[in-house]
């Protein structure tokens, strides 16, 4: 059974630091890209950070560059997202995804929500 299991959200003022982690379970980890996803209310759900199987190549979008930070562990089927800086327009639903690069599957998982508000 796939699981991925979101955690490490919660309540943070700004400019302060949040360190999220997606464990994976069910499938072969190190075969997969993985992504950060974010969702605020009222609007889609957006892209935030990308790190290939190996972790030797990381892309981010353009509002957190330099603030946030994608890494992965391929021998604890996690990979994490280490948030600084945080501030209001950061608050929303982080999800984990993973994508195979070697055939079309696809994984989600449930969420974390993040607020940050003093």
């Known amino acids: 059974q796939v699981q991925l299991v979101e955690s490490g959200g919660g309540l943070v003022q700004p400019g302060g630091s949040l360190r999220l982690s997606c464990a994976a379970s069910?499938?072969?980890?190190?075969?997969?890209?993985m992504s950060w996803y974010r969702q605020a209310p009222g609007k889609e759900r957006d892209l935030v950070a990308t790190?290939?199987?190996?972790?030797?190549?990381?892309s981010y979008v353009g509002f957190v560059k330099g603030r946030f930070t994608i890494s992965r562990d391929n021998s604890k089927n996690t990979v994490y997202l280490q948030m600084n800086s945080l501030n209001a327009e950061d608050t929303a639903v982080y999800y984990c995804?993973?994508?195979?690069?070697?055939?079309?599957?696809?994984?989600w998982g449930q969420g974390t929500q993040v607020t940050v508000s003093s």
């Open positions: 995804n993973a994508k195979s690069q070697l055939g079309p599957y696809e994984y």
């Open positions: 069910g499938f072969t980890f190190s075969s997969y890209r």
């Open positions: 790190i290939t199987s190996g972790g030797n190549s990381k």
